[in-house]
């Protein structure tokens, strides 16, 4: 069951992308760049799935369909 819409889709894509250029550029490093990078990496798979454990539990549902 989706329980993310496009635009938090859109948000989630944008936020990974800009962590992940921040780790390259060594703006973020050491432990904290990559525990960034992981967490980023976990919201990437949520957007391109479109469903987030998080949301569920909570109940929170920001797609269309509901």
């Known amino acids: ?6 635009i938090d889709r859109v948000i989630r894509v944008i936020v990974t992308l800009i962590v992940i250029s921040l780790y390259y550029t060594d703006v973020l490093n050491g432990i904290w760049g990559i525990l960034a990078v ?3 990496s ?3 798979v ?3 799935v479109s469903f987030c454990p998080i ?3 909570i ?3 920001t797609s269309n369909k509901r």
């Not at 069951?1 to 496009?6: A, H, P, V, Y």
């Open 1 to 6: 069951m989706k329980n993310l819409g496009r």
């Open 38 to 40: 992981a967490l980023a």
């Open 42 to 44: 976990i919201t990437l």
């Open 46 to 48: 949520t957007s391109l």
């Open 55 to 57: 949301y569920s539990v």
């Open 59 to 61: 109940g929170i549902n």
